[in-house]
């Protein structure tokens, strides 16, 4: 029974998947890795039945703050990418100015954070905001900035004022860049929180890993990566499939 072209698609990630942890398996075998250098993908699952208590609790944790600064991400980068991309000279006088604040290691900030608001659930919260809303800001005011002058000016003669043109036409027209810079921005604000909790936090799977590491139980610290994994994956499918439901009109030449 030959699998249809959409069949293949669903399964060829969970085949990848199947085959990485494969060769992850037999490649520490065949070499005889110790386990506190670098486990196996079998001593990594028993961890993560053997620490399920403890890594559900801290996985918890990093994704409630997870989903709160990247809330607040969202919130920010779609009223400032609104702002931006509603004015051409904004766009150009703001954008430099947004690259060179993303340039800067958001790590850098994590100690600030600290003496701001102290160890906990705060800084993390931050140090995602901090890092996922920059993605959203550019990709909705690229959407605006760009677009089409012919279109704008038909609406115009039409009687439509900027704001008509800017909230009936260009934010549907931003959507796919919206929808694109979520799925970007989730993955960068487990990368924020886990960052922050490393340095700056009694709980969540940042601080799990920390600690496993430093009595060197290095399946626990892999079994959190694949929790982290895990958890941003999902969440990035979610989005996708929302931006189909959504923005299915941008992508019907694909189909």
Same mark, same amino acid.
Request: a positive charge.
């Given at each position: ?126 140090? =995602?905001? &901090? $890092? ?12 605006? @900035?760009? /677009? %089409?002058?012919? +279109? ?70 892999? =079994?959190? &990566? $694949? ?12 989005? @996708?499939? /929302? %931006?189909?439901? +959504? ?9």
């Amino acid at each position: 029974m030959q699998l249809s072209e959409k069949s293949r698609q669903r399964i060829a990630p969970w085949a990848a998947v199947a085959i990485l942890v494969v060769i992850w398996e037999v490649t520490v075998r065949l070499l005889d890795v110790p386990e506190f250098i670098f486990p196996g993908a079998w001593a990594t699952a028993q961890a993560l039945v053997t620490y399920a208590g403890p890594i559900g609790m801290h996985s918890w944790q990093t994704f409630w703050t997870t989903m709160v600064g990247f809330g607040i991400g969202v919130a920010v980068g779609l009223l400032l990418g609104f702002i931006i991309g509603s004015s051409k000279f904004l766009y150009h006088a703001c954008y430099p100015l947004l690259v060179g604040f993303n340039a800067i290691p958001k790590v850098a900030f994590v100690p600030i954070l600290v003496v701001w608001f102290g160890i906990g659930s705060v800084p993390a919260i931050l140090t =995602a905001f &901090l $890092i996922c809303f920059f993605p959203i800001v550019v990709n909705v005011a690229t959407g605006l @900035a760009t /677009l %089409e002058p012919e +279109m704008e000016d038909v609406l115009r003669v039409l009687g439509a004022k900027r704001l008509d043109v800017l909230l009936k036409v260009g934010l549907p027209r931003s959507l796919p860049y919206f929808f694109a810079s979520l799925k970007v921005a989730i993955t960068l604000a487990f990368v924020g929180t886990v960052v922050s909790e490393t340095v700056a936090s009694n709980q969540g799977i940042g601080y799990l890993m920390m600690s496993a590491g430093s009595q060197m139980r290095m399946a626990l610290v892999f =079994a959190g &990566l $694949i929790v982290i994994s895990a958890m941003a994956m999902v969440m990035y499918e979610l989005f @996708a499939v /929302l %931006e189909k439901r +959504m923005t299915g009109w941008a992508h019907r030449g694909q189909r």
